[in-house]
């Protein structure tokens, strides 16, 4: 950017409004004492001014020494550190203590919440055999989405008539609720009502029971996952498609480069960065699944993920801390996960991606 | 590139990809596909205008006409707009008169807080987003991915300290409340997917710009944001898609006035003691898929038209 | 809007101030007193309200206004569990099922009514007259000790439903009597008597194929002999294995002989493991999702009320749906029974069964305003004239004049049914450690009933969880 002359930074107790430090130290005194000697409902407020103070103070600093970026981000850190940040934290730290919400009383454990989801003889096999169908489901999810959306998009990347019309009806499922889209898909699989079960009785003459079993169960829910989210896929992967600059295309022809290698290096590089994040997303998402499950099969049949079984902890139970013990261990594996994902794709960036 | 027309392409379709012309015959099998895929949502549909006591029936009644005797009798329902008129106004115990259900204030509830969050975390977003691209901070990869942290753990966990927040600070149960935990709730793929739009822009052109005089503002409104519409478009499309259907935090954290439709429709998924009330909830169903539906229909035409700007990546 | 409401909440937390500030000093000028409660959202609770809006008149003085929240049963838990565990503070009245009790009062949110019980006559008139059974399973906490906190809301039990233009044809009744040298039943009198035995011949007689002969017309789809709760979700399988395991003289774990009794032996008991057996064996003359272990309350209905089933088990409390012909099919062809029971030496039936519905209970934030106005609304409401009104219109009352009025049995047609089974009404627990019990147990009983593990090694795995976690809580030594 343009060299501007920026102010020096001002010195620790200058009462400008651009001194974060100070407001900082002033902040942390002020708000340590309302929590000390004011009632709760007017400290929680006085520790919010404090906090809005140096958020201030860092905007101010930020605006006369020209950080663009960090004004930029500003709003958006604010908004996640006070809705999202914030709360994550709680749990952070519940999940080193014995409480649970129904009860009064909190002790400091250390890390025993952890050990007994880990290593308890009594909860963790329940625990690793549920995180092991959670993982079975986001492979088997994912993939089928990433696929089925992939093709949808390649179907949809040329102009024909009707597309428009056509596009929409795609799109619509994922615009369901899980709520209702789960109840009727129970709704499709009942063998005495089922739909899918009335066509194969056309055939085999006998009720089609699909959920009696662990493969038609997971087969079941996962068709439903991927029907309502092949659509994101598709969107993203479609944006991607679009993208591509027509003349690209030309040029490819009048070189008479194959299709598949005409693919690689000029589709691919276009769609690579909105894969990772239908990829990225899809994948968060389905380590979280819980809802399409409680529907349709109550965790039955070799069906219980880690994020039901967190419900029945956290909520049924009460049991705050264990269950906070338990997403963060969630957490744990989905990061390593995704820094998995972005190291790879960080890797192929720095390779040469096409010419 | 007729000197290669081959016979699948005089049938209509066309192999090369890109945004190229096709046919008929690509729509004909565009069509089909579609419309195997709409099934599930037709049937939702198609249930919403039948009796519940039609509802489960075997074989299905899928039609509501005969077709001129085309159609036996068992396959054909007769149509009905009761569950329509149910979803706003119906007797909640055997004999009593009907009242409200409530559901307009739902509906208004919904199209409220999803639009005018989904919008903010647009704003929002975008700008940090754009800030990520272009003004890097330290650990620029380190805030991102703790952004997108927030997204990785299931809503339940942080649903104490939320209420608890929410009971101190007086938001429970207002629109304030739940707009900010849905903006937030949205920021963190916005700002992903916007950056990753941004990213693909040429710098060329900015420079460029900017050498010529163009302040940064300018830049950014004058030739960054019109190169992302299709970015907006489908960032705002699934935004509202999820705050639209978004269903715990509504459970616990709106109250009777503010209460939005995914809360609701419970009441037909165990209604009064009934069970499943499959008309009744297909008709809240198909009702609460119309605005998002024409929404999505309507910024369908910047999804598509892309990027306008004849950029080469980097 | 937003203002608006701000405006409002801003008036009640000062009429809440005011009403604290006025109800100490004991004045006696009328105010606007308003009853915040949680409701599940069905038929028994919008009786109650409309009731309320419409007759009640506080003998007061004070306006006295009912807020209901009525959320949808699938949700209600949930959302009930998150404001009270959350300091919330919301609710003064609260629906709870009688299991949740000990959750919520070691929690410190409901509160102890024996004072205000003893303070009022007539209330404590009412609570007398009120059936033994009902009042010790919705309200007492320990169990069956002298400690009140709830008030019967709904009292809810399991009863047949049959299908009489099936059970009742000549032709079905001759074929019976042939297979079986048994009375086909056909009365709601002759359901009563229906042990697990002739359960059985019922469910293995009509099961039927599509187009096979049933009661004189050819079957239009696949029908199915009986049917009653076998599922994974909440308590749709520990209901039913306690009838049996009741019935056939085993018990479950026993709170009240807490700390001497045991789980392990006690919960898996060879008795158990018979009973339990027998329930299982009954599945195959139910519709096919009972093997998917997705066989709840609602989804057996929903069977029997579309016609594919002759005989289902299940609450009375989702009893008004069936008689309504614009949800069921069968509406004019129903008959009521006793639920299923074993018939001992004497030839008696013992008709043991797992209690179900639920009391409601006061928060323990209550102002004495409130407590007052919240007393004052109940004894209008467990009054002999509304409870038969509540009755009239659906309801169910624990009331003895009530429910041995004359009258009440002409209200509804399982009324006969019901009232004749109070006293055959068992409860399970009401400890802390109710929802981890029930998870574990339901967990294990999906597995038997799915096919994936023997009644044995499932009793054994319940027991062994049960005998571990309790001695860990103290409530076994």
């Not at chain 1, 000390?36 to 929680?44: E, Q, T, W």
């Amino acid at each position: 950017m343009n060299p501007i002359t920026t102010a020096p930074p001002p010195t620790l107790f200058t009462p400008t409004p651009d001194n974060w430090k100070l407001a900082i130290m002033i902040g942390l005194i002020v708000a340590v004492l309302a929590m000390i000697l004011l009632p709760p409902a007017v400290s929680f407020w006085s520790v919010g001014a404090m906090a809005a103070m140096v958020a201030a103070s860092f905007v101010v600093n930020a605006y006369r020494r020209y950080y663009y970026g960090g004004l930029l981000v500003a709003p958006a850190i604010a908004v996640l550190v006070v809705m999202n940040i914030f709360p994550l934290l709680w749990s952070l730290g519940l999940s080193f203590f014995a409480y649970q919400s129904n009860q009064q009383t909190i002790r400091f454990v250390g890390l025993a919440n952890y050990i007994k989801v880990l290593a308890d003889e009594l909860k963790a096999p329940e625990n690793w055999a549920n995180l092991t169908n959670t993982a079975m489901f986001v492979v088997l999810t994912v993939t089928t989405q990433m696929i089925m959306g992939f093709l949808l998009a390649l179907m949809f990347a040329k102009q024909f008539p009707l597309r428009k019309y056509l596009l929409i009806l795609v799109l619509t499922p994922m615009m369901l609720s899980v709520v209702a889209a789960g109840v009727f898909f129970s709704y499709y699989y009942d063998p005495t009502f089922g739909l899918l079960s009335y066509f194969i009785r056309i055939f085999s003459g006998q009720q089609f029971i699909l959920m009696d079993n662990k493969a038609g169960a997971v087969a079941g829910i996962v068709f439903a996952d991927a029907w309502m989210w092949s659509p994101f896929v598709m969107l993203l992967v479609l944006a991607g498609l679009v993208s591509v600059p027509k003349y690209l295309y030309e040029a490819a022809a009048i070189d008479r480069v194959s299709g598949w290698r005409q693919f690689w290096s000029i589709t691919f590089p276009y769609i690579r960065g909105l894969l990772m994040l239908a990829l990225l997303f899809r994948t968060i998402e389905a380590f979280k699944m819980a809802d399409l499950v409680i529907l349709l099969t109550k965790g039955g049949n070799g069906t219980m993920t880690i994020s039901y079984h967190l419900i029945r902890i956290a909520n049924e139970q009460n049991k705050t801390s264990e269950g906070a013990a338990i997403s963060y261990v969630m957490l744990f594996i989905v990061i390593v996960l995704t820094n998995l994902y972005l190291y790879i794709a960080n890797r192929r960036t720095v390779e040469p991606a096409h010419e | 590139m007729s000197e290669t027309a081959s016979m699948w392409e005089k049938l209509g379709f066309r192999k090369a990809s890109g945004v190229s012309e096709a046919g008929w015959g690509q729509t004909l099998f565009a069509g089909l596909i579609s419309l195997i895929y709409f099934l599930p949502v037709l049937l939702i549909i198609i249930t919403s205008f039948k009796l519940q006591t039609e509802a489960l029936a075997i074989p299905p009644k899928f039609i509501p006409t005969h077709l001129f005797g085309l159609i036996p009798d068992a396959y054909v329902f007769t149509p009905t707009l009761e569950n329509y008129t149910s979803v706003f106004s119906r007797s909640m115990t055997a004999g009593a008169a009907a009242e409200n259900t409530g559901f307009d204030r739902y509906f208004f509830n919904s199209i409220v807080i999803a639009s005018v969050s989904v919008f903010l975390a647009l704003i929002i977003g975008t700008l940090a987003a754009f800030g990520f691209s272009r003004y890097p901070l330290k650990g620029n990869d380190t805030y991102l991915f703790v952004i997108l942290t927030t997204r990785m753990l299931p809503a339940i966990v942080v649903i104490i300290p939320v209420i608890l927040m929410f009971r101190i600070t007086g938001l429970s149960g207002s629109y304030l409340g739940i707009i900010m935990l849905y903006t937030a709730f949205n920021l963190p793929f916005t700002i992903w997917m916007m950056k990753s739009f941004f990213d693909e822009l040429s710098l060329d052109v900015e420079d460029a710009a900017r050498l010529d005089g163009s302040s940064d503002v300018k830049v950014f409104f004058k030739i960054c944001l019109p190169q992302v519409i299709a970015g907006l478009a489908a960032t705002f499309v699934f935004g509202l898609i999820l705050t639209w259907n978004e269903f715990l935090f509504a459970l616990l954290l709106t109250g009777v006035d503010t209460r939005t439709v995914p809360v609701g429709m419970s009441q037909a998924v165990a209604g009064g003691g009934i069970g499943v009330l499959w008309g009744l909830l297909a008709a809240i169903e198909t009702l609460f898929l119309i605005p998002v539906f024409f929404v999505t229909f309507f910024l369908q035409d910047h999804l598509l038209r892309g990027v306008t700007f004849g950029t080469v990546k980097r | 809007m937003t203002a608006i409401t701000k405006i409002q909440g801003l008036a009640t937390a000062a009429g809440f101030a005011l009403a604290l500030a006025v109800g100490g000093a004991n004045s006696a000028s009328a105010e606007d007193v308003v009853l915040h409660m949680a409701v599940p959202d069905w038929p028994p609770t919008r009786i109650m309200k409309d009731m309320f809006d419409k007759e009640y008149k506080p003998t007061s003085g004070n306006k006295v206004t009912l807020d209901v929240d009525f959320i949808p049963w699938p949700d209600f838990y949930t959302r009930v569990n998150a404001s009270l565990t959350s300091g919330e503070k919301k609710y003064n009245m609260a629906v709870s099922d009688s299991q949740w009790l000990g959750a919520f009062i070691e929690g410190g949110y409901f509160r102890k009514i024996n004072d205000l019980i003893d303070a009022d006559k007539e209330l404590k008139k009412a609570m007398d007259g009120m059936h033994p059974i009902v009042l010790n399973a919705y309200s007492t906490y320990p169990n069956s000790t002298p400690n009140y906190y709830g008030f019967p809301q709904f009292p809810d039990l399991l009863v047949s439903y049959a299908r009489k233009d099936i059970f009742c044809n000549d032709d079905e009744q001759k074929n019976f009597k042939a297979k079986y040298n048994k009375k086909l039943p056909c009365t709601g009198e002759e359901f009563d008597n229906v042990d697990w035995d002739l359960f059985g011949n019922i469910g293995e007689f009509f099961m039927r194929k599509k187009g096979e002969m049933l009661a004189g017309k050819p079957a239009d789809d696949d029908f199915y002999g009986v049917a009653f709760q076998v599922g994974k979700g909440y308590d749709f399988s520990t209901t039913s294995v306690h009838t049996f395991v009741w019935q056939a003289g085993g018990d479950i774990w026993d709170e009240t002989k807490a700390p001497n009794g045991h789980a392990m032996g006690q919960v898996n008991s060879d008795v158990a493991v018979k009973a339990l057996n027998h329930m299982l064996s009954f599945i195959k003359y139910m519709p096919p999702v009972a093997k998917t272990g997705t066989m709840d309350i609602f989804k057996s209905d929903e069977l029997f009320r579309a016609g594919k089933v002759a005989l289902n088990v299940d609450w009375i409390g989702l009893g008004e749906a069936s008689l309504d012909p614009k949800s069921s099919k069968v509406a004019d062809k129903l008959v009521f029974g006793m639920g299923p029971g074993t018939k001992g030496a004497d030839g008696k039936i013992n008709h043991t069964s797992q209690i179900g519905g639920q009391p409601f209970v006061l928060t323990t934030w209550n102002t004495d305003v409130i407590n007052k106005e919240a007393v004052g609304f109940v004894k209008w409401w467990l009054s002999k004239d509304v409870q038969m009104e509540y009755a009239s219109k659906g309801g169910q009352s624990a009331i003895k004049e009530v429910y041995t009025d004359p009258k009440y049995n002409t209200f509804r047609p399982w009324n006969r049914a019901w009232a004749s089974q109070l006293d055959w009404q068992k409860d399970m627990w009401h400890i802390p450690q109710f929802f981890e019990i029930l998870t574990q147990q339901q967990d294990q009983y999906d597995l038997a009933i799915t096919g994936k593990q023997d009644a044995k090694a499932t009793l054994d795995n319940v027991a062994k969880f049960q005998e571990d976690l309790l001695k860990n809580a103290g409530l076994i030594k």
